[in-house]
Structures are given as C-alpha cells and as structure tokens.
C-alpha cells in the first residue's frame, strides 16, 4: 500500500505515467536485494563446549568420608570415587549394590525421585560400612546424569553429642549472643555448660561446672524471679527456657523426668521487653540437635522445625515445615492432633504423647511427644518425633518371626492328627492288597488309593519339616561330600540347557546335620532356580559353592540375627528372575508361591526353612529382579563332645538280639480306633498275641491284670499324645512293675523332641504314617534288640 502510494505521488508529479513505473520497479529491486542480503547473512556461532575430562571429575569427587559415584541415564557407571570402590567393589553400579533387599528398595525409590524431582534423599540404608545416608542429585547440561553421594550416618551416643555441641562450638556461638545454657542430668547435675553460664554462676569462663548442682547455682526473691546466686538480687533476673530431651532408644512413654534436659537461660530485663526476643536463639540451638523437634505457638502454627523433625515426618521440603501440625497427619488424625497441641499450649507446663498416622507412613502409627514450653511469651509447645525407620523394620522382623512360629504350631498340629488318617487309610489297603493280586480288578484301584496317600503323607512331611518336628538323624559330615552324592541327581533335573557349577572353599569345619535332608534341601533349592531360569534364551547357571565362615567374618556383618561363631556356609546361587523386593520376606512361608496356578504346592522353600533351623542353622535370601536369586545357608561348625566320642568309640551289645525267636506279646495303646485295629490286625497276623487299649489308663490296668494272672508282656506299642494318661506318663507307670520293658512310641511328631521330652530308657520310636509291613518290621527290631 506505501510503494504504490509513493509510485501514483511521482507519476502525478511529474505527470509521465512511465516515470512511475520504473520508480515502482526499483524500489521492488532493491527491497529483493536486501531481503537476499539478510538471508546470506551468517548465523551467529553457538559457543563449543569441551568434551568432559572425567579425570577432572574423579578429583573433585575424592572424599575420605563419603563415596560418590555418577552414572548416566542408560544406567551406566561413568565414574566413582575410591570410596565408593571399597565399599561396594569397582563393578557395582547404583542402584545395583551389594545389599540387603530392603537397601536396594530403598535406594531404586531414590533413584526414581531423582529422575522425576531433580534430587532425592533416604537414611538409615545398612551396608558393611555401617548406616548410610544416600543422596541422588540430577545434573549434567541435559541433566542426563546422576550423582550418588553416600554418607556414614553418626551413631554416637547422643547424650555425649549433645554434652559435646553445648562444651565446643554451639555453646560459643550463644556466648557470643549472651545466651547461657546447661545440658542437666535427670539427678539435677551439670553434664556440660557453656562459658557464658560458667561466666555468670561461677565468676569466670573457664570454671568446670561438670558434676555441680545445677540448681545450687540460682536463688530467687519473693517475687518468685529466678537470679544467679553469685549475683544476688542486684543481677538481672534470667528466664529459663526449658527442654526436655528423651533418647531415641528410650520409648515414648518414659517418664521426661528421666532423661535428660536441657536449660535455655535469658535476660530477663526486668520483665521489660518482648519475652519472645530469645526464640532465635532456640530455634538456632535446636536445629543443630540430633533430634526431631518442633515448636508451635498457642494457636498450633508451626513457630519452626528442625530438618530432622521434618524427616521424620517425611515432608518434602526439608527447610520449610507446613502452617500447622496437623497438614503433617492423615485426615482422620487432624482433629485430635490440633486438639492436644492448644491443650497443652493452654494449660500448665507437663508433657506426654499422642499416637498419630503420619501422611507418608499411613500403615505405623507413631508417637509424638509434646512438652509445654514456658518463658517464650505466650503458650508454646514443643513437639518431638524421631526417625522411627529401624524400629519399624525391627518390628517387621518379630512380627515376621512370630507369625513363622504361629504357622508352623498350626501346621504341625494338622500334620499330627491328618497322619493318624493316613496310617488307618494306608494301613487298610495294604490289609486288603494281602486278599488280591495283580490281576484282580480291584487291585489297581487299591493300589491308586494307597498311591495317593502316600503322597498326603509326603505333604504332610513338609509341613512339619516347616514346623520343625520332623524326624531328623544327624551326623557328622562336611557339606562337599553331601553336595557330591546329589550332584549327577542335580544335572539330570537341571537339562541341557541349564548349567551347574560346583566350587568348595578348603578347610571347611564339619557339620552336624542330617545328610538326607540336606540333599532334600538342595533339590528343592535346585527345582526353583530351575523353574526360574526356565524360559531364558541362553539357558541359565546354577551355583553350588561352600564357604569357610570364621567368628571375624561373621562380626563384619555385623548381622542381628546370626550369632557370633564359626560356620560353614552352603550357597545356592542362579541367574534367574529374581524376587520381587516386596515378596522376600515372605517366600520361607508355607503356600506362598509365585510360580502359576498349579505348578506348585508353596511347599518347597518352606521345607528348607524348617530343616535348616532344626538343624541349628540359618537360611538368608537376596535377589535381584533380573539377575537372579542367591540362597545362604550356615550351619555351625560341630565341635565334638567328649562324652559323645567316648559313647561313640563304645562297642555296642547284642545280649539281645539272639535271644527272640518270634512271636510274644504286645500291649497295644492307641486312643485312634482306626489306627489301633490295623496295627492290632497286621500284629496278629505276624503271629503276636496282641491286647489292646484306647487310653494309657486302660493300658496299665491290662498290663496289671496280665501280670496278676501270672502272664507278661514283651513289648508296650503305644501312641503319645493320648487323653486322660497319655503315653509317657503310662510308659513311666508301667517302668515301675517292669523295669526293662521296652516301648515303642508311634507318633506324627520328631523323634528327637520326643527324646528330649519323655527321656525313657529303652525307648523306641515309630513315625506316623506308617505301613502294615514298617509296623510289623519295628516290633521285630525292637524284640530282635535292634
């Protein structure tokens, strides 16, 4: 519209129309011509950034206290600190780390927080360093990377931290500000004071005043103001600021008035000026302390919180706690929370607690202590909260124990009275097969029943291999040779494309244990990690290694739960899935399983539990989602008896043995009718005269009317576990008319819990279910004097 304007102004000045053409057709020219110009115009240059010298990087990240160590986001490690290479060895790369599963949740959630927020933080991860404090910060110029920064957490004492902070630099800090402050023992005496309190009650600043009477320090006048006594009533009055400090280790409900506390004092001035001038000072003193504390006003707003109070409760901003206490809880515990902080605001000057749900922990309730504070003005209230992690993971562990013990009560008590079902079941078909032969048309039925129950029976052997009750019989062994025996039975069940690998450490200490179900506990071990490795491509490897445990090794884990000693250590390592962290802990529990609906019972892992434990031992379990799973059993070293030796090299009688032709008499006690008449018809059969009885009572009193006639009894079949008088109490009965009786003991309980607990000599014992023939085998053992 302008060029066109300014074209028509020159043609009707000049009044040639051609003139205005060419004027027009110029100015295009040259408009083109600059426009060409802008284009070939050359970009300015983006600055060249240098190619990262990761050397540099290594030095600036060399710490004596910390490990630091920076991976990218393919999750590769592009650098470490030497630190971080004792720690956790040179080819770990976070999050993967040696640790326990709880760490390693730990850590993988920190690593997700930082991706996403651009930094993260988490306490109190157990390591062989001690407990560690990671943080993970997002950096880099497209913050591709991340920055692991492992701390050792202090676990000094803290009572000896905070004598320490109030004697050296924080006690100088509030000198310099005129604040005077004691920490003060329960009995009232000076664990430690600054120089400015030393200055004003003793005189002068380098007075020790450790181990005085706190209280012996101050007078007062009628007018109930607190003085130094060095100064009498012509010094300046002084306000106490008081702090009741409780220990971590010491639970919520102590009495405040047993720990220790400490003792803020300031200026009073006469009662003039704002009481509220000294509340720097505090808020500077308690952020510096190990401890969660908070402080309110009367109207329950946050006057400050320390960092650690603020992590304890889990808020996200560790400088900037909330307006009120109650945006720290769940909706259900508001109400109560604001109501007991304006309740010991406005009331008189105690403390106590109140169990709240904080918002980032909903499922543990929690303690939180409140102290009303005076000498701040108007009614404040002191809160305390400490890091309640470890407790809470403590507590998961004994309710985990507990809850193992409660289940393998339950399951023994079943597989007791199921066994007494199966013996009549199993005992009557091998009663009715003595009638048929392979060619009869039931004989195959028979034989499927029988078939059957022998496999309940197999399960119910499992079930107080859990529960510990299993019959066991130990020897002295070294675990290569029990790995030898099952190792051609192992590759078979692996197949070709899974294979074994078998390592032994040398001088391995000799174990007590039952050889037999040690090798159970290998094939079950042996069957998951197969079932594990199943669909990987290349196949899989199965580890078998034994290791050489001394007490030192065992004292660098540092672990709670293995004692102190010397052991040898059976590992069964693969290269599977992997467990998921939140099903590890609940893997050693009867009929959890994570294989699908119908491949397996959830049996397996139990039973390795209950014969590892029976056996004295210990089972741990790591895994890692993806790279496989790692089974540790340690087993104690045996150190022989002298006593046992001696019995052991003792030649054994046979005065016995040639003594028993056949035949004899056997009383019969048995409270399951089912299972006393198919032991009655098998014993009979085999040509004993048999007499039976339902209880032990019964049983005594036959055995006094045999012995009355003048007849006798060769050998007592008894149950256990019987109403009225059960077994042993009628086999110590019986001990008293007939002293070298034998007895033999049928039960679905183990044989050396039986041992210990009856302790009959001449005791036999006979495990539930049983066949006609095993019956039948054992009383002729025992008469025989096997």
């Known amino acids: 519209m302008g060029l066109s304007g300014s074209a028509g102004l020159v043609g009707w000045l000049s009044g040639e129309p051609i003139v205005a053409l060419v004027y027009l057709g110029g100015l295009a020219l040259l408009g083109a011509l600059v426009a060409l110009l802008l284009r070939l115009r050359p970009e300015p240059e983006a600055p060249e950034l240098a190619v990262p010298d990761w050397s540099v990087t290594f030095a600036a990240i060399e710490r004596e206290d910390e490990a630091v160590a920076i991976t990218d986001r393919a999750g590769r490690l592009v650098c470490a600190s030497t630190r971080f290479a004792e720690w956790f060895g040179a080819s770990a790369t976070p999050p993967h780390l040696p640790l326990d599963p709880e760490a390693l949740a730990q850590i993988e959630m920190a690593a997700r927080a930082a991706w996403r927020d651009g930094r993260a933080r988490t306490d109190n991860l157990r390591a062989a360093p001690g407990t560690l404090v990671l943080e993970v ?20 004492d803290l009572v000896a931290e905070m004598a320490a902070e109030v004697g050296g630099k924080l006690g100088r800090a509030l000198t310099r500000e005129g604040v005077q402050c004691a ?71 102590v009495d405040p ?40 006003d009367r109207d329950g707003r946050f006057l400050f919180a320390n960092r650690a109070f603020l ?83 403590l507590k998961r562990e004994i309710a985990q124990a507990t809850k193992m013990q409660a289940v393998g009560q339950l399951a023994g008590g079943v597989a007791h009275d199921f066994n007494n079902v199966l013996t009549a079941i199993i005992g009557y078909c091998d009663l009715i097969l003595m009638r048929h032969t392979p ?92 079932d594990a490795m199943a669909d990987l491509k290349g196949g899989g490897t199965l580890r078998l290694m034994t290791r050489r445990v001394t007490a030192d090794d065992v004292r660098a884990m540092k672990s709670e739960i293995l004692p102190i000693g010397d052991y040898t250590a059976l590992v069964v390592e693969d290269t599977g899935h992997g467990i998921k962290p939140d099903l590890i802990g609940k893997i050693f529990e009867p009929f959890f399983t994570t294989k699908e609906k119908g491949k397996g019972t959830g049996l397996g892992l139990s039973t390795v539990y209950g014969i590892v434990k029976q056996s004295g031992g210990f089972v741990f379990a790591t895994s890692d989602v993806g790279k496989g799973t790692r089974f540790t059993i340690y087993l104690p070293v045996h150190v022989p008896d002298p006593a046992e030796a001696a019995e052991a090299a003792r030649p054994k009688a046979e005065g016995r043995r040639t003594e ?37 009572e ?24 019987m109403p009225s008088m059960d077994g042993p109490a009628m086999a110590r009965e019986i001990r008293k008319l007939r002293g070298d009786l034998p007895v033999l003991f049928m039960s679905g309980y183990a044989e050396e819990q039986l041992r210990r607990e009856i302790d009959i000599p001449n005791m036999h014992f006979l495990a539930k279910p049983f066949s006609v023939a095993q019956i039948v085998a054992a009383v002729e053992d025992v008469l025989r004097g096997g």
Request: hydrophobic letters at 45%.
């Open 257 to 296: 008035a047993s720990v220790p506390s400490f003792f803020l004092l300031l200026d009073d001035q006469g009662g003039i000026g704002d009481p509220r001038a000294g509340l720097p000072q505090v808020e500077a003193l308690l952020a510096r302390l190990p401890l969660g504390l908070a402080m309110t």
């Open 183 to 253: 920490l003060v023992a329960p009995d009232g005496q000076v664990l430690a004071a600054n120089a400015a309190f030393a200055a004003r009650a003793a005189g002068r600043e380098t007075a020790d005043l450790v181990g005085t009477d706190f209280v012996s320090w101050f007078c007062s006048d009628e007018h109930e103001r607190i003085f130094y006594a060095s100064e009498g009533a012509k010094g300046a009055p002084v306000r106490f600021v008081h702090v009741p400090v409780a220990d971590p280790d010491v639970p919520g409900d």
């Open 137 to 156: 910060r997002r950096a880099g110029r497209g913050e591709n990377y991340l920055i692991w920064r492992f701390v050792p957490m202090a676990d000094d």
């Open 439 to 530: 060619g009869d048309s039931d004989y195959d039925d028979i034989q499927q029943i029988k078939a059957n129950s022998n496999r309940a029976a197999s399960l119910t052997r499992q079930l107080l291999a859990f529960s510990r009750q299993q019959t066991l019989r130990p020897e002295v062994l070294q675990l290569p040779d029990v790995v030898a025996e099952v190792s051609t039975l192992l590759k078979r069940l692996l197949g070709e494309k899974i294979s074994l690998q078998v390592t032994h450490d040398r001088d391995l200490g000799f174990v007590r244990a039952d050889p037999v179900q040690l090798e159970q506990v290998l094939l079950n071990l042996a069957v998951n990690a197969r």
């Open 311 to 393: 992590r304890a409760a889990g808020h996200d901003d560790p400088n900037v706690p909330p307006p009120y206490p109650s945006d720290l809880v769940i909706r259900e515990d508001k109400g109560a929370l604001a109501d007991a902080v304006r309740r010991y605001a406005q009331g008189t000057p105690t403390s106590g607690d109140v169990a709240v749900r904080l918002r980032a922990a909903p499922q543990e309730p929690v303690s939180l202590n409140m102290a009303a504070v005076r000498g701040m003005g108007d009614g404040a209230v002191l809160l305390s909260l400490k890091d309640s992690t470890e407790e809470t993971r």
């Open 660 to 696: 028993w032709s056949g035949g004899g008499r056997v009383l019969l006690v048995e409270d399951e009718d089912t299972v006393r008449a198919v032991a009655e018809r098998a014993l009979v059969r085999q040509g004993y005269e048999v007499t039976p009885a339902a209880d032990g």
């Open 698 to 721: 019964e049983g005594l009193e036959a055995l006094e009317r045999i012995i009355a006639g003048g007849g006798d009894v060769d050998l007592v079949v008894s149950d256990v576990v």
